[in-house]
């Protein structure tokens, strides 16, 4: 079974700064795709960015950026610029690409601006 | 409206009470899905189906039931419901073998307290 982790609880930035959020995961198989998602206090659950395993470039969405280290199975999310919006809990998630898109969560990071 | 609308967005009640939970989807997406958000755990999944026939058990389906009515509705059923059961529940959507497959759509969240 995949597993993902992110081991970071918890980080802070300064507005306007960057900051990085790590994820690793394990898996088996060769073609998956990963996803960061965004869940606001609002509770909504929005998609920030997705990654797809047979892409060797990394994804990037407008500020938001992705490391995706293959062999390292390492996932992580850049934010440049950051803004007060972006405070959040932050989940990294992976879904196989084998006609199966369930998607195995991580149990998040909460990430703080500060002014 | 939303494209993924879960009722009732807030509940309480009682430890041996049957609840629930609902969600209907306007994105004509064949799959859908029930998961449960607590507190340092993530997101993990009760159930999901890829189609009106086709019902599957997540990793946490015990004490749970679901029910897949139409292509739009899945509606998630606690038997007797018990206070370990208090938490975030969200249903999601994903297109299946289309682009933007893998891709989820959450609903705004169903929270549950179980007293």
């Known amino acids: 079974a995949q597993t993902v982790t992110q081991s970071q609880p918890e980080m802070s930035v300064q507005e306007a700064e960057t900051v990085t959020l790590s994820c690793t995961y394990d898996?088996?198989?060769?073609?998956?795709?990963l996803f960061w998602y965004k869940q606001p206090p609002s509770r909504q659950m929005i998609l920030v960015i997705r990654?797809?395993?047979?892409?060797?470039q990394n994804a990037t969405e407008n500020r938001f950026s992705v490391n995706f280290q293959k062999a390292a199975k390492s996932f992580s999310l850049k934010i440049s610029d950051s803004q007060l919006g972006d405070a959040a809990m932050y989940f990294c998630?992976?879904?196989?690409?084998?006609?199966?898109?369930?998607?195995?969560f991580g149990t998040g990071t909460r990430l703080t601006i500060i002014p | 409206d939303a494209d993924v609308t879960q009722t009732p967005r807030n509940r309480i009640t009682k430890t041996g009470k049957r609840i629930m939970l609902e969600c209907s989807q306007t994105?004509?997406?064949?799959?859908m899905y029930w998961y449960r958000q607590d507190p340092g755990l993530g997101l993990r999944l009760i159930y999901y189906?890829?189609?009106?026939?086709?019902?599957n058990k997540g990793e946490i389906s015990d004490g749970y039931s679901v029910s897949r009515q139409a292509q739009a509705k899945f509606s998630l059923s606690l038997e007797s419901a018990i206070p370990n059961q208090t938490a975030l529940y969200f249903c999601?959507?994903?297109?299946?073998?289309?682009?933007?497959?893998?891709?989820?759509?959450f609903g705004a969240g169903s929270r549950l307290t179980v007293l």
């Open positions: 999601a959507t994903s297109p299946g073998f289309q682009t933007g497959a893998n891709v989820l759509t």
């Open positions: 898996t088996s198989e060769s073609d998956y795709y």
């Open positions: 990654q797809e395993a047979y892409k060797q």
């Open positions: 998630a992976y879904s196989s690409n084998f006609g199966n898109e369930k998607l195995t």
């Open positions: 994105k004509g997406h064949d799959r």
């Open positions: 189906s890829f189609d009106v026939k086709d019902i």
